[in-house]
């Protein structure tokens, strides 16, 4: 038995050694060893010629230090010095390192991969993205120019950050209810009924039980997070981190003589403070957030606006409509107190009373606002669309009463006009300068009603033409046919581009995306014209609903455009090129009067130029009297 172990093991033995010296036989192929090259030797030097810098290749002759096979490889001929860096890699680009040979000076570049180093703005102190919490520090990030990504930069403590939300939540308990009036605050519908002496029916529906519910929900908090590091929104982003960065603290210097009266109202600071509010929404840093509260109340504290000439329901009512996105966004920042202290803010600064010498209402619409009309005025524009409705969503939970009589009022008298409006596709106060004031507040209205209800109060088909009607108005040169009371001539055929941007997003709508990329200045340039123009905030959250702009700015645009309805009109045009032939045809079969014109049965011709237009620019309204030219020959 031991014998035949033995003979088992010593044929094993044999076996595996003849399995070990094949690996290296010379009977095997090639392909069983990775072969081991020598260092190599020169069979032919190779060479350049410093005349010409013609360079003639070398060989050299390898050798396996294994099973002995040779290969040969070409040398080069130029004799190449270290190198010096031409241009360093970063995190998108890749660097170049330049080389000359030491003998005939001829130059060759190389590259040098991408490196991990990001570049950032100079100054950028950088943005808490993460907050801290007891047992992980938070995240401070900066934006890198180069490749546009989100990159964390530094820990944030808990210790610092908790001292930075102390400091301004101390500061935040200093405001008394002494500073805002806010023993006394309207808060049941009875009382705003009382006050007004009118009645409207209560709304169909009440703001869905949750913040935020302005303009936004927390369904769509992570798109706007996301919207910022897209490259099309490079113009928002350092409009938005200029002002996280540095929180505005709202205090406001005295009140002072300005070209457009006695006042201190700053529209800049407004749109610094709805940013921090909604930084606080997309990142849940509380110092943003803090900050956010703090200045709104410091704002309605110092706001002293004595005389503003013009229509100051509209400064007011921008002061109401950021306070409404602070209340919302930062809901749970703020406890009863200091919810009481700026919705009596609110009340008695920008709703109540009167400012200017000739007593007219802080809202012309009144407080109750239950003043003005539905159909044409001022009653159409922001005051009730925008300001009064943000401001009644954000505050219903407390106080329910001012959702209860305002949006009973615009469900009741608003939107069953505007859905007669859309039934034609278009609004009727002109295009270029009635477009951007009132049908960009009937489109924030259908806006604010998305976001808190979950439900479009307007007729979608009809109301998402009214953008696209009113680029059928467009002709060569960034002019447009003259309708109502157009600001003439039109340089730019729609300043602002406010409408077309909240159009494009309310109804996912690519050609108006591309419309708004065209033409929309609030889009690069982010003015503090804050009646034209949108806010950071309002373009983060207006792009953030994934629609990208038609590669065609037409699309889908038809050549003959009928608009029925109330309207009745027809513009048809061969093409939409410099040489175009267009005729505009109206029968107008109403007119809603005020910057609407009398003019039924217009025709207007461009072909090369105006061969038969329409006049009536906006100079003095009268609606009083007709001493004015534009009262006499346009409206009757
Ligand atoms: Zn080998
Ligand atoms: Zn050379
Ligand atoms: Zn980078
Ligand atoms: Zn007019």
Redesign the pocket.
């Known amino acids: 038995m031991k014998r035949i172990l033995t003979l088992s093991f010593a044929v094993l033995c044999l076996l595996l050694s003849a399995v070990l010296l094949a690996s290296c036989g010379p009977t095997k192929g090639p392909s069983e060893h990775e072969h081991v090259w020598d260092e190599g030797k020169v069979i032919k030097e190779g060479?350049?010629?410093?005349a010409t810098?013609a360079?003639t290749k070398g060989e050299k002759l390898y050798t396996c230090t294994i099973c002995g096979e040779t290969k040969t490889e070409e040398t080069d001929?130029?004799?190449w010095d270290d190198g010096q860096p031409l241009s360093q890699p970063t995190c998108s680009a890749e660097g170049q390192t330049i080389y000359f040979?030491?003998?005939?000076?001829?130059g060759k570049t190389e590259p040098i991969p991408k490196s991990d180093t990001h570049v950032y703005r100079a100054g950028d102190k950088g943005r808490i993205v993460t907050p801290p919490t007891a047992d992980k520090p938070g995240e401070l990030e900066k934006i890198c120019t180069a490749c546009g990504k989100g990159i964390v930069v530094d820990e944030v403590t808990i210790g610092d950050y908790n001292r930075q939300v102390r400091t301004l939540r101390n500061e935040i308990n200093q405001f008394t209810n002494a500073d805002f009036n806010a023993n006394s605050v309207v808060r049941t519908r009875q009382e705003m009924i009382s006050l007004s002496g009118r009645t409207f029916n209560m709304p169909p529906t009440t703001p869905t039980a949750q913040h935020p519910r302005v303009l936004f929900n927390a369904s769509n908090r992570e798109a706007i997070a996301a919207e910022l590091y897209d490259s099309r929104s490079k113009a928002a982003q350092l409009e938005f981190l200029k002002y996280v960065n540095n929180p505005t603290t709202g205090k406001l210097s005295p009140a002072g003589t300005r070209d457009d009266g006695f006042h201190n109202f700053d529209a800049d600071v407004l749109n610094r403070i709805q940013a921090l509010a909604l930084d606080y929404q997309l990142t849940g840093n509380e110092i943003s957030g803090y900050s956010a509260v703090r200045a709104m109340l410091n704002y309605l504290k110092t706001m002293d606006f004595q005389t503003i000439t013009g229509d100051y329901e509209r400064q007011n009512g921008f002061v109401m409509y950021t306070a409404a996105c602070v209340y919302d966004w930062c809901h749970d920042l703020m406890n009863d107190a200091d919810r009481q202290r700026m919705v009596a803010g609110v009340q008695h600064k920008c709703c109540e009373g009167k400012t200017n010498p000739q007593g007219t209402d802080r809202m012309e619409i009144g407080f109750p606002p239950s003043g003005q009309h539905s159909i044409a005025g001022h009653g159409c524009e922001y005051q009730l669309l925008r300001d009064y409705l943000s401001f009644a969503i954000a505050i219903y939970d407390e106080y329910p009463g001012w959702w209860e009589y305002i949006a009973g009022r615009i469900y009741q008298e608003f939107v069953p006009t505007r859905n007669e409006y859309y039934k034609a596709g278009m609004y009727p106060q002109g295009v270029s300068v009635y477009i951007r004031i009132r049908f960009t507040s009937d489109l924030f209205s259908a806006w604010l009603l998305k976001a808190a209800t979950g439900r479009m109060p307007y007729d979608e088909e009809g109301m998402k033409q009214v953008a696209r009607t009113y680029y059928c108005y467009e002709l060569p040169d960034k002019e447009g046919f003259a309708s109502g009371d157009n600001g003439a001539p039109v340089d730019d055929f729609i300043v602002g581009g406010r409408a077309t941007m909240i159009s494009s997003y309310l109804f996912n709508d690519a050609t108006m995306r591309a419309q708004l990329e065209y033409f929309g200045q609030s889009y690069s340039s982010f003015t503090t014209a804050f009646t034209f123009s949108a806010s950071v905030t309002e373009y983060l959250i207006c792009s953030s609903g994934g629609t990208k702009a038609a590669s065609d700015r037409h699309e889908d645009l038809p050549l003959i455009q009928y608009n029925g309805g109330w309207l009745g009109q027809i513009i048809a045009r061969n093409s939409w090129n410099a040489d175009q032939a267009t005729v505009l045809m109206k029968i107008g079969e109403r007119t809603m009067a005020n910057h609407d014109h009398a003019d039924a049965g217009s025709f207007q011709i461009y072909y090369k130029t105006t061969l038969a237009g329409d006049t009536g620019s906006y100079d003095t309204y009268d609606a009083a009297g007709n001493k004015f030219p534009h009262f006499k020959y346009y409206h009757q």
Do not use: Q
């Open positions: 060479t350049c010629d410093p810098k360079e001929g130029h004799v040979c030491t003998r005939c000076r001829k």
